[in-house]
């Protein structure tokens, strides 16, 4: 079994399809992250484990996936529609395979499925990780697969939206072997909290902005005990 970790904020629209498209033996873990459309309802009609995470922010869903989670292997995408999970498989090969340790689906977009100010923002994000890493990657996706066990070893701490960037960045830290293959990225269903919007995607940059600063200010040790998250700023 794989464990596929699906955030979710209103997303009742998207859910059928994109549980639909799961392959046979990957299960579905919704975090409802807050939702008042019922999304938690129609991913349970739709046979999903549910996992309700109270406290608002995308790193705080998918840390909550993350604790529910109990396969070897798990991924994440986003649940809107925009990724196909009958793609997965090719990632989680790569894992269980071909011995990477994280990999990642680099985005190609259908025309108008992911606005120029999102791809700009991402295009910087990728950048700076090669610069300070070394690893050169086209595309910081939430399409991605690593094994639970030395994921949870890296003791991430974003609770917002800078949990991405921290993940690759801990990773590389830990010198785990990252590569992203192509996925499609369709124009998603529904209304974007983040990347369709210039606000939203301004304070996704500030949240992996901070993860950068603070990566480059300590040597955070891979393994060292946990701390409490810090309170989500208004």
Not at 12 to 19: D, F, G, M, R, T
Not at 142 to 162: C, F, N, T, Y
């Amino acid at each position: 079994m794989i464990d596929v970790i699906l955030p979710v904020l209103d997303e009742a629209e998207a859910l059928p399809w994109v549980l639909a498209r799961l392959p046979a033996g990957y299960r579905g873990i919704v975090v409802d992250n807050g939702s008042t459309d019922g999304s938690a309802e129609v991913a349970r009609a739709q046979g999903a484990t549910v996992v309700v995470e109270n406290r608002r922010g995308f790193g705080a869903a998918c840390f909550a996936g993350l604790s529910a989670a109990t396969a070897d292997e798990v991924c994440f995408m986003d649940c809107d529609g925009s990724l196909d999970p009958a793609e997965l498989p090719l990632l989680v090969t790569m894992v269980t395979a071909g011995g990477i340790d994280l990999a990642l689906g680099a985005r190609q977009p259908d025309r108008g499925a992911w606005p120029a100010h999102a791809r700009v923002a991402n295009r910087y994000l990728a950048w700076e990780v090669g610069r300070r890493t070394g690893i050169r990657l086209s595309d910081l996706g939430p399409m991605r697969v690593a094994r639970r066990l030395p994921l949870l070893d890296l003791h991430l701490q974003d609770r917002r939206s800078g949990w991405p960037l921290e993940m690759v960045l801990r990773a590389a830290g830990a010198g785990w072997r990252i590569e992203e293959r192509p996925v499609r990225y369709r124009t998603r269903t529904g209304r974007s909290k983040v990347t369709g919007t210039v606000g939203g995607t301004v304070r996704a940059v500030r949240d992996m902005r901070a993860q950068l600063v603070a990566e480059t200010r300590t040597a955070r040790v891979v393994g060292s005990p946990d701390r409490p998250p810090e309170e989500e700023q208004p």
